[in-house]
């Protein structure tokens, strides 16, 4: 089973390579217009802004430059450029440089947590649950690579929601089991 769904996913990721027009092969061609003449393109921001993050990080990496530091930061950066270069955001469209420019690595190893800790939590959830969230959380980890998922509303909303549905469901579970091994030697109060 394992193997016929990674034969599959190989299969669907060398379509996507190989599609004429596909988003994949504009993306190849965005990076080449970047680095040849700095162009304003969907990828060549992403790459400018993560350039950027990456030199914020280096100049502050412990605790970073605070929850609202990234714009005020990026518009320093990109004063007296053009294109790309001058490009301003909130938004590096990536999780983890966004934490380490506002956080630093406290704030990066504190999200890291948060991701690893959900994962421990879901160990002990059902197969059925325990595949939904660490799917869902793994989607949620490296979609992170490319997109500030928990600035965007639906995706980190989705992750906490998920989250505390399924790990409370294990907690509710194990409560009722409780009380179905108590149910023995429970005292009912007499009836008025």
Request: glycine residues 10%; charged residues 20%.
């Amino acid at each position: 089973m394992a193997g016929s769904l990674l034969t599959l996913a190989a299969a669907l990721v060398a379509i996507a390579c190989t599609m004429h027009g596909g988003r994949l092969v504009e993306v190849a061609t965005e990076v080449r217009e970047y680095r040849q003449s700095d162009a304003v393109t969907s990828t060549g921001l992403r790459l400018e802004w993560y350039k950027k993050s990456l030199e914020l990080y280096h100049a502050r990496p412990l605790i970073g430059y605070g929850a609202a530091g990234l714009e005020y930061e990026f518009s320093r950066l990109g004063q007296g450029k053009t294109a790309a270069e001058a490009a301003l955001t909130k938004n590096p469209h990536n999780e983890y440089l966004l934490m380490a420019v506002q956080l630093g690595a406290v704030g990066v190893l504190l999200f890291l947590n948060l991701i690893v800790q959900i994962a421990r939590g879901g160990r002990k959830l059902d197969p059925r649950s325990r595949h939904l969230l660490l799917a869902w959380l793994a989607i949620f980890a490296i979609g992170s690579l490319a997109n500030s998922l928990l600035l965007d509303f639906a995706e980190g909303h989705l992750l906490v929601l998920l989250g505390g549905i399924l790990l409370g469901c294990d907690t509710a579970a194990s409560n009722v089991t409780d009380s179905d091994d108590d149910r023995g030697t429970a005292v009912v109060p007499p009836s008025r």
